[in-house]
């Protein structure tokens, strides 16, 4: 296990949910014993566990075993890594937070992130919260309830913040945000179908195109409607 490359190659199973990245792991001397999130330094025989987010490799092998030879920088036949493995779908930049820094106001492609977009979540949230998931386990999020339940989670944290002035409020639960979201979009004549047409001259959006056929005047400001102009909502 001498050559970065062999001990990174043992991660193939390594859990997605785990912390800390596999190149990481194995640049610091460790590879994977296939149980749990436990590595084992290929010098000392160091087993490490139990990762959390924010470990370090290199910190963590050196806080637990000082007296690896490797850590203290002898050589000890260590070959590293001449290229990107192909498992590393995403460039890892190194710690955590420098991972997030690279990432910092790159839009991201995932169509999941998209749909919850659409959904009117705020996008800097958004954003951030998927591109968390990706430095913490190297995977995008795979459904649209699993992002929901991060981005719920993050904000329930702390159900109380408070204003410029030092005054204390509650949040609006994320879900209920969400179902009110969803209402809006909806026809304020049958609530059943999406608002799909804008009247003209009033510039109101109330209805959906069935409902709008039977109208002459805006159910919202009672102004007379002259046209009727068909509109898509993302």
Same mark, same amino acid.
């Given at each position: ?13 390594w ?9 990481? #792991? ?19 025989g160091?087993?490490?566990g ?21 850590i203290l ?6 070959i ?10 995403v460039?890892?930049?190194?710690p955590y937070?420098?991972c ?5 106001g ?10 919850? #977009? ?29 992002? /929901?339940s991060?981005?719920?989670r993050a904000?329930?944290?702390?159900d109380?913040?408070q204003?410029?002035e030092g ?18 979009? #909806? ?9 799909? /047409?804008?009247? /003209? ?17 805006c159910?919202?400001?009672c102004?007379? /409607? ?7 909502l993302?």
């Amino acid at each position: 296990m001498c050559r970065e490359e062999a001990r990174l190659d043992t991660f193939q199973s390594w859990p997605p949910s785990a912390p800390v990245r596999p190149r990481e #792991l194995s640049q610091a001397g460790f590879y994977y014993t296939n149980s749990r999130d436990r590595v084992k330094c290929f010098c000392c025989g160091g087993v490490r566990g139990n990762w959390k987010p924010g470990d370090e490799a290199w910190k963590e092998h050196e806080r637990h075993f000082s007296h690896c030879v490797f850590i203290l920088g002898h050589e000890v036949g260590n070959i590293p890594c001449q290229q990107s493995p192909d498992m590393d779908t995403v460039p890892y930049m190194g710690p955590y937070e420098e991972c997030l820094r690279s990432f910092a106001g790159q839009q991201h492609p995932s169509s999941v992130v998209q749909r919850v #977009l659409e959904m009117g979540f705020d996008a800097a949230e958004v954003e951030r919260t998927a591109w968390e998931r990706v430095c913490k386990t190297g995977v995008e999020y795979d459904s649209v309830e699993a992002l /929901i339940s991060d981005l719920t989670r993050a904000e329930s944290e702390s159900d109380e913040t408070q204003d410029k002035e030092g005054r204390t409020f509650t949040k609006e639960d994320p879900m209920e945000k969400l179902r009110k979201l969803q209402q809006e979009k #909806l026809c304020k004549v049958c609530m059943d179908k999406n608002i799909a /047409i804008v009247f /003209i001259p009033c510039g109101h959006l109330v209805t959906c195109k069935k409902c709008s056929e039977v109208l002459s005047k805006c159910p919202i400001c009672c102004a007379p /409607i002259i046209q009727k102009v068909k509109t898509y909502l993302s």
